[in-house]
């Protein structure tokens, strides 16, 4: 290709660009690519109708989570209660709807908190370096030092059991991996041309990562919501089940889960482990295929 049409030709880009034209390319080829992966719509799916049921639980069932019925302890699935009663009479299937509003929140709470946090710490600091960049990467060291759930369970000794502090102590030990990843990806990007032309001309830090930079990272970081909302997810139902987590009087899918301590429920009464067990397990294997078709749909190597 001449010089001379190698010039009309970025001329031409250039253009596209300013008209957006390249961006809404860009946005629909990624829209594509997701919507052409099978287990991310599959998923996609289950995540919206788990989350729409235990949103809009009255509508579906006609218990409270907190409704007891001693003359029905321990009932087997049956037309009344679909999938039976706990051993003092609680409906299961209200349980799961009610309690899934609780896991969910947490989940995604602690998620987008950590991540408010981790991308705002790694955006700036990651493109500022120096003094702060050192500071916080040696605090996240500091809380990274310690396997998560371990840290996790420390914090939970010194607070207290509560919702909230649930979700503030996993705010708390997540931040720091979003940090990370974002940091890595302000390391490479800091280093393109369109950058250091910012900074020639003066703009502000603060824009120059926030608003031209920090786009460019925006696909990771989609991705880690979503494992970091299952991972929390789960963490709650493990720590709910040791009776460690939410408090047993609020319904969580943890502590639906946890009668199953005993050997004899175990055993014998499935309908109260094994439903919510596997509406649990659904939830977060959809979580998982929704973040890795966007892992997919947002690397521009794969091909789409």
């Known amino acids: 290709m001449s010089s ?27 829209l594509r690519k997701l919507h052409a992966n099978k287990l991310a719509v599959i998923g996609s799916g289950i995540f919206l109708v788990i989350l729409i049921l235990c949103i809009f639980a009255p509508l579906f069932t006609r218990f409270s989570s907190t409704d007891v019925d001693l003359r029905n ?4 699935p049956g037309s009344v209660h679909i999938f039976g009663t706990d051993q003092i009479g609680r409906d299961i299937w209200a349980r799961i709807l009610y309690g899934g509003r ?21 955006t700036y600091a990651g493109y500022k370096g120096g003094f702060l ?12 030092s310690f ?10 000794t010194i607070t207290g059991q509560s919702l909230w502090n649930i979700i503030f102590i996993f705010v ?8 990370r990843m974002t940091r890595s990806q302000m390391l490479s990007i ?23 930079m920090l786009p460019n990272a925006i ?26 987590g939410v408090p047993s009087n609020v319904s969580t899918w943890g502590n639906v889960l946890s009668p199953a301590q005993n050997i004899t429920i175990l055993r014998e009464n499935w309908w109260i482990w094994l439903p919510v067990g596997s509406v649990l397990t659904i939830f977060v294997l959809a979580i998982n295929f929704i973040g890795d078709g966007l892992r997919d749909a947002a690397d521009p190597t794969q091909i789409g």
């Open 190 to 212: 800091r280093e393109e041309e369109y950058v250091q032309a910012l900074r020639a001309f003066g703009i502000n830090d603060f824009l120059i990562a926030f608003k031209h």
């Open 172 to 179: 708390l030990t997540g931040w720091p991996s979003m940090y």
């Open 133 to 144: 960049d050192a500071m916080i990467m040696k605090t996240s060291e500091l809380f990274m």
């Open 102 to 122: 609780v896991s969910i929140l947490v989940g995604m709470g602690s998620a987008i908190g950590a991540t408010i946090i981790g991308v705002s710490f790694g």
């Open 73 to 76: 302890r321990l009932s087997p």
């Open 219 to 244: 696909g990771p970081i989609f991705v880690n919501i979503t494992l970091s909302t299952a991972m929390f997810i789960l963490q709650e139902s493990a720590l709910s089940f040791l009776g460690l």
């Open 4 to 30: 001379k049409a190698l010039n009309k030709k970025m001329d031409m880009l250039l253009a596209r660009e300013l008209a957006g034209e390249l961006s809404h390319s860009k946005k629909s080829r990624t």
């Open 147 to 156: 396997p998560q759930i371990i840290l996790v369970l420390i914090l939970v």
